[in-house]
T-cell receptor, first 110, second 107 residues
Framework: DAGVTQSPTHLIKTRGQQVTLRCSPI?????VSWYQQVLGQGPQFIFQ???????GRGNFPDRFSARQFPNYSSELNVNALLLGDSALYLC?????????FGQGTRLTVV | RKEVEQDPGPFNVPEGATVAFNCTYS??????FFWYRQDCRKEPKLLMS???SGNEDGRFTAQLNRASQYISLLIRDSKLSDSATYLC????????FGAGTRLTVKP
Protein backbone atom coordinates (compact mmCIF):
# COMPACT_ATOMS: atom_id res chain seq x y z
CA ASP A 1 0.00 0.00 0.00
CA ALA A 2 1.20 3.49 -0.80
CA GLY A 3 1.97 5.72 2.14
CA VAL A 4 1.36 9.44 2.36
CA THR A 5 2.79 11.12 -0.71
CA GLN A 6 3.79 14.76 -0.97
CA SER A 7 4.90 16.89 -3.88
CA PRO A 8 7.20 18.47 -4.67
CA THR A 9 9.99 17.09 -2.48
CA HIS A 10 12.09 20.22 -2.74
CA LEU A 11 11.25 23.77 -3.70
CA ILE A 12 13.09 27.07 -3.87
CA LYS A 13 11.06 30.27 -3.91
CA THR A 14 11.79 33.98 -3.68
CA ARG A 15 10.47 36.23 -0.92
CA GLY A 16 7.00 37.50 -1.75
CA GLN A 17 6.11 34.58 -3.98
CA GLN A 18 3.32 32.10 -3.38
CA VAL A 19 3.65 28.33 -3.07
CA THR A 20 1.27 25.37 -3.17
CA LEU A 21 2.20 22.06 -1.61
CA ARG A 22 0.28 18.86 -2.28
CA CYS A 23 -0.49 15.77 -0.26
CA SER A 24 -2.22 12.46 -0.96
CA PRO A 25 -3.22 10.53 2.17
CA ILE A 26 -3.09 6.81 2.72
CA UNK A 27 -6.06 5.16 1.06
CA UNK A 28 -9.02 5.11 3.43
CA UNK A 29 -7.74 7.90 5.66
CA UNK A 30 -10.11 10.85 5.73
CA UNK A 31 -8.11 13.16 7.98
CA VAL A 32 -5.14 15.17 6.73
CA SER A 33 -2.97 17.49 8.79
CA TRP A 34 -0.16 19.86 7.89
CA TYR A 35 2.92 20.64 9.98
CA GLN A 36 5.89 22.96 9.68
CA GLN A 37 9.23 21.79 10.99
CA VAL A 38 12.18 24.15 11.22
CA LEU A 39 15.66 22.86 11.93
CA GLY A 40 16.18 21.74 15.50
CA GLN A 41 12.51 21.83 16.48
CA GLY A 42 9.62 19.44 16.49
CA PRO A 43 6.83 19.75 13.91
CA GLN A 44 4.37 22.59 14.55
CA PHE A 45 0.70 22.06 13.74
CA ILE A 46 -0.72 24.23 10.95
CA PHE A 47 -4.07 22.75 9.86
CA GLN A 48 -6.22 19.68 10.15
CA UNK A 49 -8.93 18.72 7.67
CA UNK A 50 -11.50 15.97 7.93
CA UNK A 51 -14.07 15.22 5.24
CA UNK A 52 -13.14 18.49 3.50
CA UNK A 53 -13.82 20.59 6.56
CA UNK A 54 -11.24 22.43 8.61
CA UNK A 55 -11.13 20.86 12.06
CA GLY A 56 -8.21 22.74 13.53
CA ARG A 57 -5.83 25.58 12.91
CA GLY A 58 -2.53 26.27 14.58
CA ASN A 59 -0.94 29.59 15.39
CA PHE A 60 0.03 30.58 11.87
CA PRO A 61 -0.74 33.83 9.99
CA ASP A 62 -3.50 34.15 7.41
CA ARG A 63 -0.89 33.82 4.67
CA PHE A 64 -1.25 30.09 5.29
CA SER A 65 -4.34 28.39 3.91
CA ALA A 66 -5.32 24.87 3.01
CA ARG A 67 -8.10 22.80 1.56
CA GLN A 68 -9.10 19.18 1.20
CA PHE A 69 -10.62 17.69 -1.91
CA PRO A 70 -13.37 15.06 -2.30
CA ASN A 71 -10.71 12.36 -2.79
CA TYR A 72 -9.19 13.46 0.58
CA SER A 73 -6.03 14.85 -0.97
CA SER A 74 -5.01 18.25 0.29
CA GLU A 75 -3.14 21.39 -0.64
CA LEU A 76 -1.32 23.85 1.57
CA ASN A 77 -0.92 27.34 0.18
CA VAL A 78 1.42 29.99 1.51
CA ASN A 79 1.26 33.55 0.20
CA ALA A 80 3.78 36.37 0.42
CA LEU A 81 6.61 34.07 1.41
CA LEU A 82 9.07 35.21 4.03
CA LEU A 83 12.57 33.93 4.67
CA GLY A 84 11.27 32.48 7.93
CA ASP A 85 8.89 30.21 6.03
CA SER A 86 11.86 28.08 5.02
CA ALA A 87 11.18 24.71 6.60
CA LEU A 88 10.18 21.12 6.05
CA TYR A 89 6.43 20.95 5.49
CA LEU A 90 4.94 17.65 6.55
CA CYS A 91 1.58 16.19 5.71
CA UNK A 92 0.09 13.45 7.85
CA UNK A 93 -2.96 11.29 7.38
CA UNK A 94 -4.84 9.59 10.19
CA UNK A 95 -7.26 6.73 10.48
CA UNK A 96 -7.98 7.73 14.10
CA UNK A 97 -5.58 9.30 16.59
CA UNK A 98 -2.27 8.07 15.19
CA UNK A 99 -0.68 10.02 12.34
CA UNK A 100 1.39 8.77 9.45
CA PHE A 101 3.65 11.25 7.75
CA GLY A 102 4.73 11.82 4.20
CA GLN A 103 8.37 12.46 3.35
CA GLY A 104 7.76 16.20 3.41
CA THR A 105 8.41 19.14 1.12
CA ARG A 106 11.56 21.05 1.88
CA LEU A 107 10.87 24.71 1.10
CA THR A 108 13.68 27.21 0.86
CA VAL A 109 12.83 30.89 0.57
CA VAL A 110 15.63 33.09 -0.73
CA ARG B 1 5.45 26.63 29.89
CA LYS B 2 5.73 24.68 26.63
CA GLU B 3 2.92 22.27 25.85
CA VAL B 4 5.31 19.34 25.47
CA GLU B 5 8.81 19.40 26.93
CA GLN B 6 11.54 16.85 26.45
CA ASP B 7 15.04 16.24 27.74
CA PRO B 8 17.23 18.53 25.65
CA GLY B 9 19.88 15.88 24.95
CA PRO B 10 21.88 14.98 23.04
CA PHE B 11 22.43 11.51 24.39
CA ASN B 12 25.61 9.72 23.29
CA VAL B 13 25.70 6.11 24.47
CA PRO B 14 27.67 2.96 23.65
CA GLU B 15 26.07 -0.01 21.97
CA GLY B 16 24.26 -2.18 24.48
CA ALA B 17 23.48 0.67 26.86
CA THR B 18 20.07 1.41 28.32
CA VAL B 19 18.84 4.93 27.76
CA ALA B 20 15.73 6.71 29.03
CA PHE B 21 13.97 9.74 27.62
CA ASN B 22 11.53 11.85 29.59
CA CYS B 23 8.73 14.14 28.51
CA THR B 24 6.20 16.31 30.32
CA TYR B 25 3.00 17.80 28.98
CA SER B 26 0.92 20.74 30.14
CA UNK B 27 -2.67 19.77 29.31
CA UNK B 28 -4.00 17.49 32.02
CA UNK B 29 -6.96 16.57 29.79
CA UNK B 30 -4.74 15.06 27.08
CA UNK B 31 -5.79 11.55 26.13
CA UNK B 32 -3.40 10.16 23.52
CA PHE B 33 0.36 9.93 23.68
CA PHE B 34 3.01 8.68 21.30
CA TRP B 35 6.70 8.39 20.67
CA TYR B 36 7.89 9.06 17.15
CA ARG B 37 11.33 8.52 15.72
CA GLN B 38 12.83 10.87 13.15
CA ASP B 39 15.99 10.15 11.21
CA CYS B 40 18.05 13.02 9.84
CA ARG B 41 16.19 14.86 7.07
CA LYS B 42 13.41 12.28 7.07
CA GLU B 43 9.79 12.31 8.20
CA PRO B 44 8.74 11.29 11.73
CA LYS B 45 7.71 7.66 12.03
CA LEU B 46 5.48 6.23 14.70
CA LEU B 47 7.53 4.22 17.18
CA MET B 48 4.85 3.36 19.66
CA SER B 49 1.71 4.55 21.35
CA UNK B 50 1.81 5.10 25.10
CA UNK B 51 -0.88 3.52 27.22
CA UNK B 52 -1.82 4.22 30.82
CA SER B 53 -0.78 0.76 31.90
CA GLY B 54 2.59 1.07 30.20
CA ASN B 55 3.54 -0.92 27.16
CA GLU B 56 6.51 -2.71 25.73
CA ASP B 57 7.60 -3.47 22.18
CA GLY B 58 10.77 -5.53 22.10
CA ARG B 59 13.58 -3.40 23.49
CA PHE B 60 11.33 -0.35 23.87
CA THR B 61 9.17 0.40 26.92
CA ALA B 62 6.85 3.39 27.24
CA GLN B 63 5.32 4.62 30.48
CA LEU B 64 2.65 7.22 31.22
CA ASN B 65 2.08 8.92 34.56
CA ARG B 66 -1.09 10.99 34.27
CA ALA B 67 -0.83 12.41 37.79
CA SER B 68 2.59 13.89 37.02
CA GLN B 69 1.78 14.51 33.32
CA TYR B 70 4.93 12.62 32.46
CA ILE B 71 5.81 10.21 29.66
CA SER B 72 8.95 8.14 29.32
CA LEU B 73 10.65 5.92 26.77
CA LEU B 74 13.22 3.32 27.74
CA ILE B 75 15.48 1.70 25.17
CA ARG B 76 17.37 -1.39 26.27
CA ASP B 77 20.39 -2.95 24.57
CA SER B 78 20.88 0.06 22.26
CA LYS B 79 21.81 -0.64 18.65
CA LEU B 80 23.65 1.60 16.21
CA SER B 81 20.41 1.76 14.22
CA ASP B 82 18.62 3.38 17.18
CA SER B 83 20.52 6.61 16.47
CA ALA B 84 17.83 9.17 15.66
CA THR B 85 15.78 11.98 17.19
CA TYR B 86 12.94 10.80 19.42
CA LEU B 87 9.84 12.97 19.52
CA CYS B 88 7.31 12.95 22.34
CA UNK B 89 3.81 13.64 21.01
CA UNK B 90 0.56 14.51 22.76
CA UNK B 91 -2.67 14.42 20.75
CA UNK B 92 -5.10 17.16 21.87
CA UNK B 93 -7.33 17.06 18.77
CA UNK B 94 -4.15 18.04 16.96
CA UNK B 95 -0.71 16.63 17.59
CA UNK B 96 1.66 18.60 19.82
CA PHE B 97 5.30 17.65 19.42
CA GLY B 98 8.20 18.11 21.74
CA ALA B 99 11.40 19.51 20.29
CA GLY B 100 12.91 16.03 20.22
CA THR B 101 15.87 14.36 21.89
CA ARG B 102 18.77 13.29 19.74
CA LEU B 103 20.30 9.89 20.43
CA THR B 104 23.61 8.72 19.05
CA VAL B 105 24.62 5.12 19.70
CA LYS B 106 28.34 4.54 19.20
CA PRO B 107 30.26 1.29 18.63
Amino acid sequence: DAGVTQSPTHLIKTRGQQVTLRCSPISGHKSVSWYQQVLGQGPQFIFQYYEKEERGRGNFPDRFSARQFPNYSSELNVNALLLGDSALYLCASSPAVEAFFGQGTRLTVV
Amino acid sequence: RKEVEQDPGPFNVPEGATVAFNCTYSNSASQSFFWYRQDCRKEPKLLMSVYSSGNEDGRFTAQLNRASQYISLLIRDSKLSDSATYLCVVNDNDMRFGAGTRLTVKP
